[in-house]
Each structure stands twice: as C-alpha cells, then as structure tokens.
C-alpha cells in the first residue's frame, strides 16, 4: 500500500516503448508460469508442489483482531518489504464509529479511520471521548488475491499472473515497473518499491505456503483472528472450511465483481 506520485508524460512515453518490447516475451513466459516455478525469484517454489492440487484462502475474524500490530512487522521481516517506510504488504485499519446526533433517527454518526504506520507499532489510545464512541474495531487488509484480478488485466507485459491454486503473483522476472498494475487496483494493496523500481504487494507467502507453512502474518496471530486453508482439503476438520461454514462471511467491495479469495467475518458495512 503506497499513494501514487505524478507521473512526468516523458516516463510514461518510456514505459510504454518497454511495454511493447515486452510483449514479445509474453508468449514464452505463459508456460513457466502455469507450472509456478519461478512465482517468486528469491524463492522458486519446490518442482515436488502441484499448484492444481491446492485452492488457498484467507479468512480474516474482525472481532479477534486487536490491532497488535505483529503481522504487520512478520511480513515486513519474512518478505523483506522497506523497514521504516509507509510501504506494506499487509496493514491495519482501525475503524472508530462515532454515536449519531441528539435527535437523529441514525444510530451511527462519522466514521473515522485510521492506520498510523500501517498498524505495524499498535495503535496510540483514541483522543475521542468514549461516551462519543458508538464502535471501534480492527481491519486487518492484505492483497485479495482476486478471481478477477484488474492488476492482472492491466499488467501489458503479463508479470502479474493468477497461479492455479489462487495466489495473484508478480514475475519479477518481467515487471517493467510501469505501475499500471498499481492504478488498477481497486483495494490499493500494490506499490512501485522505490529500490527495484517494480511492483510489489502480498503474495500470500507463496515461498512459504509451496512448502507446507503458513503465511508470515497467520504465524504469528495472537489471537487466531487470521486463518489460512485449502479449499480442496476436503479433510472434515479443515479449519478454512470449518471458519465458511460457522461464520457469515463477506469480501471487501463485494460490488466490483473482483472475487476476492480473502474472506472477513464480522465486516461492518463502513469497512472500505
């Protein structure tokens, strides 16, 4: 998650003369990518991983999530994402719903949200008054690792990809760092890393789950409110499906069509 920054129309006209040089390599690419075995050039997933076997999701609990802040920090030290700087790959949104007017029909009054360094630190006390203070909760957000990925629609050179078992990927391998991906997506989860001049976001710890462990952020929950599991683990105790079946679950922005694969329980509708 990162604010875009103007763009000068001589960097634009230079990014497009790369994006069409690299369309020749698209063609080539498609193959390695169906097979995932360079999803991540740090870290190629195991030839022994079948992607088609697998269909990851995340839940996300809201009513669990405390806003501690350790998932924040996991990811950034797992998936070596800039210490010390307002890029992340998964954040924290505290959302603090204020009591409507004297008088008003309308229970809720403003909205307000914040996420002081991506919740990576916690989060200082409210300096609103609690009588004032109808509900507050935590968000965790990350990429929705979409069924309809606009990032992967917009990408001209096809570094973005959608893996058979529902990560959404960035082949550094070919990102030419134009950022059309970043402007496509509607959730505000990718970022231009300002030393590699490429896209970034999360990507589900795909080196990690390739090899049977848990994302960064799940590992370290205090309080379970993250889960992660195999659609097809048709296993009777599969948590991720035990988690669809008790909860009503909900995506974020259900209205674009987007399919996320990360899933929230007890969403409030001012979420956003």
């Keep these: 998650m990162k604010s875009s920054s103007p763009t000068t129309r001589r960097r ?25 075995q360079n999803a991540l050039a740090t870290a190629p997933a195991p030839k022994s991983y079948d992607p088609f076997a697998h269909s990851w999701r995340m839940c996300i609990d809201v009513e669990k999530c405390i806003g501690c802040g350790l998932c924040v920090e996991a990811c950034k030290k797992e998936n070596h994402v800039i210490p010390k700087a307002a890029y992340f ?20 009054g403003e ?17 609103i008054p609690r009588e004032e203070v109808l509900k507050s909760f935590f968000v965790p957000k990350l990429c929705n690792q979409c069924e309809n990925s606009p990032c992967d629609q917009a990408c001209p050179v096809g570094a973005t990809f959608r893996t058979p078992d529902g990560a959404v990927i960035i082949d550094k391998t070919y990102c030419i760092g134009c950022g059309f991906c970043i ?23 795909y080196h990690r789950l390739s090899r049977g462990l848990k994302t ?28 669809v079946e008790k909860n009503k679950v909900q995506v974020i922005k259900p209205h674009l069509g987007t399919e996320p694969r990360v899933l929230y329980a007890g969403l409030d509708k001012e979420v956003r």
């Design 12 to 36: 634009w006209l230079t990014v497009l003369g790369q994006a069409v040089v690299g369309l020749v390599a698209v063609k080539a690419a498609r193959p390695v990518k169906a097979a995932v």
């Design 89 to 108: 790959r998964t954040w924290i949104e505290r959302y603090i719903i204020k009591r409507g007017e004297p008088g008003s029909e309308d229970p809720r």
């Design 111 to 127: 909205t307000i949200v914040d996420s002081p360094n991506g919740g990576h630190d916690g989060f200082p006390p409210s300096t």
């Design 183 to 205: 402007q496509a997506c509607p959730y505000g989860c990718r970022y231009l890393d300002p030393n590699t001049h490429m896209a970034d976001k999360c990507t589900l710890c």
């Design 216 to 243: 960064a952020c799940v590992e370290v929950c205090p309080t379970g409110a993250r889960i992660l599991g195999d659609m097809k683990d048709s296993r009777p105790d599969n948590p991720i499906r035990q988690f």
